[in-house]
């Protein structure tokens, strides 16, 4: 019933921009915080972003504050990534989470995206 769909990863070059979407379905967006987390080949999977259910507060990891910003759109279900100034590091698949701000509601996760930054 819930589904999360990332799109939007891609290959780019070092120094490139990449916009990520996650369209919600099946949950009741407005009540969910929305967070991009991402996992690179080997590693353990991080927080990159979170956004709160009005979208007036932001959280970023130290490694992407300043080239990331999260945003969302409740009226059309959907949380936003705008990666700039791309590196290698930044490499990973990227994965879209809604958990829940109201007793009762489960966390969901998206299958995620791949993006590749090429140096």
């Known amino acids: 019933q819930v589904q999360l769909v990332e799109s939007g990863g891609g290959l780019v070059q070092s120094g490139g921009s990449l916009r990520l979407s996650c369209a919600a379905s099946?949950?009741?967006?407005?009540?969910?915080?929305m967070s991009w987390y991402r996992q690179a080949p080997g590693k353990e999977r991080e927080l990159v972003a979170n956004i709160a259910t009005s979208g007036g507060r932001t959280n970023y990891a130290d490694s992407v504050k300043g080239r990331f910003t999260i945003s969302r759109d409740n009226a059309k279900n959907t949380a936003y990534l705008q990666m700039n100034s791309l590196k290698a590091e930044d490499t990973a698949v990227y994965y879209c989470?809604?958990?829940?701000?109201?007793?009762?509601?489960?966390?969901?996760w998206g299958n995620g995206t791949l993006v590749t930054v090429s140096s």
């Open positions: 989470n809604a958990r829940g701000q109201v007793f009762g509601l489960r966390d969901y």
């Open positions: 099946g949950l009741t967006f407005r009540l969910y915080t």
